[in-house]
């Protein structure tokens, strides 16, 4: 009995050291000692533990924060992330309750007829039809033991996925806000532009009155009447392309929102805002702060728990199953001594050919292992991406805007002296044309690279996780 039970211990322990798997190494990234910084930029440490945050507010629009608000309170998309987590973290509360017994109450009462035609059990005694009562009632308990450790393989899997979820959640509330603030200012920039083209519609109408007035005198033609008339037509129909471009950002607007799009109206409004400072910290900041990166680890954490899940198969498996309970013909008996029943027992039950299915179930957990890691190499390597094409971003339209505003103020000078000359007889009318025509553009183009600036400024919070 002594080697028995020395040799049962040893095996149990052979069997969880074999199943046992060690946790699977992190892909190596090949990383970079710093960013590629560009004036006025410089580098920080931002603090990877803080909150995220409203990093919106640091634009400092009343408007769009109250959008924000509304769209973290509304959207449907967060609130079906938000059940995916919960989801998730009721699977973790089930997967660990295998690890403990369960135990159970049973009761049962019947009255039945047992045939007198049954099988015989002994051919020396005949049967009888009988008609009885039995009352059962009875504790039960089942347990497995989990000498392969399959149990606590997929407890740490579902752990690792209500981690992935958490995550998840982090990056739908993350996109959700920038998404909407790109809508945002794309709405205002568009705002901002029509702006422009209202202003440049006043001055070429003011420029038809000015021609249509010396034309009466003799001194204009009707060719420069109808070449002013021609501009001012251009820039009314750009007008018009311009308000179903603001339509599409404002009903984009609506849906982040969690509001029906005729329901919902944004008034326009021309401003401009000064971009926030980005502070940037070494590539191994952005990795502990966006929520993509990981979620995509805790996905490797995933498929490593279902290779040993898939592993343990190829080992037995043991289930205890005691059981205590009382049985009775008659109620007045039933907790009576010598109704008492019972039993102790333990089941193993161990595969010995399958055909090579948990073999090709355990190759199929460590491919999907592979993607794992294949999808968080890729992850890693679209953030670095995505930090560099937001640095590199911004100090271009930054050195872009600057030249922007200085030809605006060039136009301006320009369109003043070609006025100046048609009106004192030194030049012809299609200068002053051609001068009204590159301030528009000129205006048009400053307006748009602010509007560019303030997209590739919140495309570069995102790509930094977030607040600091």
Excluded at 154 to 180: F, P
Excluded at 271 to 276: E, F, I, N, S
Excluded at 289 to 297: I, Y
Aim: aromatic share 6%; proline share 5%.
């Amino acid at each position: 009995m002594s080697a028995g039970r020395a040799l049962l211990a040893a095996a149990a322990a052979l069997l969880a050291s074999c199943a046992a798997l060690p946790p699977a190494p992190r892909p190596v990234v090949e990383m970079p000692a710093a960013w590629k910084i560009e004036p006025p930029w410089r580098e920080s440490q931002p603090r990877d533990g803080a909150a995220k945050g409203p990093w919106w507010q640091r634009f400092g629009d009343p408007q769009l924060d109250a959008l924000q608000r509304q769209a973290l309170a509304n959207s449907p998309t967060l609130a079906a992330a938000g059940a995916r987590l919960a989801q998730a973290r009721a699977a973790v509360a089930a997967s660990s309750a295998s690890l403990f017994p369960q135990l159970g109450l049973g009761a049962r009462a019947v009255r039945q007829r047992i045939s007198a035609n049954r099988p015989l059990s002994n051919y020396a005694t005949s049967n009888v039809s009988t008609v009885q009562n039995d009352f059962t009632t009875g504790l039960s308990v089942n347990y497995e033991v989990d000498l392969s450790g399959r149990l606590q393989r997929a407890v740490e899997g579902a752990g690792a996925a209500a981690e992935q979820s958490a995550a998840d959640l982090e990056n739908t509330r993350l996109l959700l806000a920038a998404d909407l603030a790109s809508n945002y200012f794309n709405l205002r920039a568009t705002d901002t532009e029509l702006d422009v083209l209202s202003r440049s519609i006043a001055l070429q109408r003011r420029a038809l009155s000015f021609v249509g007035a010396r034309r009466e005198l003799g001194a204009a033609s009707g060719l420069e009447v109808a070449q002013q008339q021609a501009l001012l037509d251009n820039t009314l129909t750009q007008v018009d392309v311009l308000r179903r471009q603001r339509a599409v950002f404002e009903h984009a607007l609506a849906t982040l929102v969690g509001t029906p799009a005729p329901l919902f109206a944004v008034e326009p409004a021309a401003q401009r805002w000064a971009l926030p400072e980005v502070p940037l910290g070494v590539p191994s900041d952005v990795l502990e702060r966006r929520p993509d990166v990981a979620s995509a680890e805790r996905a490797m954490a995933v498929a490593n728990a279902q290779i040993g899940v898939a592993n343990a198969a190829f080992y037995p498996s043991i289930t205890i199953g005691p059981s205590l309970g009382v049985e009775s013909r008659s109620l007045a008996s039933l907790f009576d001594a010598p109704s008492l029943v019972w039993s102790l027992g333990v089941s193993a039950a161990q595969v010995l050919f399958d055909g090579g299915r948990i073999k090709a179930n355990v190759e199929g957990a460590r491919a999907g292992h592979d993607l794992a890691a294949a999808n968080y190499r890729r992850v890693v390597l679209t953030a670095m991406q995505e930090v560099e094409d937001g640095i590199t971003g911004l100090a271009a339209l930054s050195r872009a805007s600057a030249q922007a505003g200085t030809a605006v103020d060039s136009a301006r000078r320009v369109l003043e002296l070609a006025t100046g000359r048609y009106e004192g007889g030194a030049s012809t009318y299609l200068d002053v044309i051609t001068a009204q025509q590159a301030l528009l553009a000129s205006e048009r183009q400053a307006t748009q690279l602010q509007g560019q600036s303030l997209l590739v400024s919140v495309f570069l919070i995102k790509a930094l996780g977030g607040d600091w």
